[in-house]
């Protein structure tokens, strides 16, 4: 099992920045990729940024230039970065993790942190 622990989230106004952490912990030999997912009322959970072990990244359309996803394999913690915020950014950003690829599926995830950006 692993065990995934979002924190980070927040208010914040139109233009301004974030950062989100996920602290990660368990059977972490079998995670291969890690992904920040967002899903806002209405709305089905989106893939915002995934990376891989071995360094594949995937950006949404609607965060490239914006957003960077990083990890630290060290400290077992996972980052999005995220600048120029827009009120469309406003979600409960989750935090996965999967053996897969960057692509996934996803088999762990975290309870989420919300982001909200006002206008």
């Known amino acids: 099992q692993v065990q995934l622990v979002e924190s980070g989230g927040g208010l914040v106004q139109v233009g301004g920045s974030l950062g989100l952490s996920c602290a990660a912990s368990?059977?972490?030999?079998?995670?291969?990729?890690m992904a920040w997912y967002r899903q806002s009322p209405g709305k089905e959970r989106e893939l915002v940024a995934s990376?891989?072990?071995?360094?594949?990244?995937y950006y949404a359309d609607s965060v490239k230039g914006r957003f960077t996803i990083s990890r630290d394999n060290a400290k077992n913690t996972m980052y999005l970065q995220m600048n120029s915020l827009e009120p469309e950014d406003t979600a409960m950003y989750y935090c996965?993790?999967?053996?897969?690829?960057?692509?996934?599926?996803?088999?762990?995830w975290g309870q989420g942190t919300q982001v909200t950006v006002a206008s």
């Open positions: 996965a993790a999967g053996v897969g690829s960057y692509a996934g599926p996803y088999n762990y």
């Open positions: 368990g059977s972490l030999f079998s995670v291969n990729a």
């Open positions: 990376l891989s072990r071995g360094g594949s990244l």
